[in-house]
């Protein structure tokens, strides 16, 4: 059941609905605010616009280079298998 989280994202508080479970959720927005303080720190001057596009954009890569990897991992493992 979906429930109302009050987060805070770039200094601004956010009431977002989830079904994820509280401490999962939190670590989730922990880590957001982690890679948005790693990309501030690369240089330049970005809007907190572009900051969120920006912490989008390398978190998804990220993710899709992780299942790539577990796609190597289960065609190897098949290989073995059979």
């Known amino acids: 059941m979906k429930r109302s989280v009050e987060v805070n ?3 601004q508080s956010h009431t977002i609905k989830t079904d994820i479970p509280e401490e999962e959720f939190s670590e989730i927005v922990r880590l ?3 890679k948005i ?3 501030e720190t690369q240089g330049g001057t970005v809007t907190t616009y ?3 596009i920006l912490a989008a954009l390398t978190t998804t890569a990220d993710q899709y280079k ?3 990897k577990i796609d190597l991992l289960i065609n190897k493992i098949s290989e073995v298998i059979n």
């Open 37 to 39: 303080a790693e990309l």
């Open 66 to 68: 992780f299942f790539k």
């Open 9 to 11: 994202i770039l200094g």
């Open 50 to 52: 572009k900051l969120a």
């Open 32 to 34: 957001l605010n982690s």
